[in-house]
T-cell receptor
Framework: DQQVKQNSPSLSVQEGRISILNCDYT??????FLWYKKYPAEGPTFLIS?????DKNEDGRFTVFLNKSAKHLSLHIVPSQPGDSAVYFC?????????????FGQGTILTVHP | DVKVTQSSRYLVKRTGEKVFLECVQD?????MFWYRQDPGLGLRLIYF???????EKGDIPEGYSVSREKKERFSLILESASTNQTSMYLC????????????FGPGTRLTVT
């Protein structure tokens, strides 16, 4: 049962254009959402997050949008740069347990062409 | 800066061998986690620990065990490695009051032949 889904395995974008990565979830108990970025041979690094009480969070070139009614979030990167080429994981957080559980999507490989 | 280190970047083991993967964090985090990453499946939680000597099963604990004897160190053990345990293994840690912010190590690519 995949509670967090990234339906696009890959995305290819030209440098300078917008990259939009999408994520859908099914569990309405998720109260926090995160995006992680992963380069080959490295661990995932935190990129940006959003609480379920907000619908938008912006950090420089990165903006995350949350549509709770649609159970959908998206990450916008503007403008895209070749260094953004990586695997992007969407993750959802459930605070109801003692440790707090992160549930990850399958990942989307972003390639930004010069 | 939080630093999470893993004992090996690449490991090749034979079927049936006992395998130890070690993880160390230097920021006094209470929570530590072991995930495996497989193409098309994302990151899946194997085990986690919220304190020394405490452990809880994640989503896919079968074939694995863990040990946490010291706060900074969390070990993943494959009692008898099998080929379907070939994967990228990632360790993470977090503070108990910042549970949603997990910091990951670089990963260990394990190949079981």
């Amino acid at each position: 049962d995949q509670q967090v889904k990234q339906n696009s395995p890959s995305l290819s974008v030209q440098e300078g254009r917008i990259s939009i990565l999408n994520c859908d979830y099914t569990n309405s108990m998720f109260d926090y959402f995160l995006w992680y970025k992963k380069y080959p041979a490295e661990g995932p690094t935190f990129l940006i997050s959003i609480s379920s009480i907000k619908d938008k969070n912006e950090d420089g070139r990165f903006t995350v949008f949350l549509n709770k009614s649609a159970k959908h979030l998206s990450l916008h990167i503007v403008p895209s740069q070749p260094g953004d080429s990586a695997v992007y994981f969407c993750a959802a957080f459930t605070g109801g347990t003692s440790y707090g559980k992160l549930t990850f999507g399958q990942g989307t490989i972003l390639t930004v062409h010069p | 800066d939080v630093k999470v280190t893993q004992s090996s970047r690449y490991l090749v083991k034979r079927t049936g061998e006992k395998v130890f993967l070690e993880c160390v964090q230097d920021m006094d985090h209470e929570n530590m986690f072991w995930y495996r990453q497989d193409p098309g499946l994302g990151l899946r939680l194997i085990y986690f620990s919220y304190d020394v000597k405490m452990k809880e099963k994640g989503d896919i604990p079968e074939g694995y065990s863990v040990s946490r004897e010291k706060k900074e160190r969390f070990s993943l053990i494959l009692e008898s490695a099998s080929t379907n345990q070939t994967s990228m293994y990632l360790c993470a840690s977090s503070l108990v009051d910042r549970r949603n912010e997990q910091y990951f190590g670089p990963g260990t690519r394990l190949t079981v032949t």
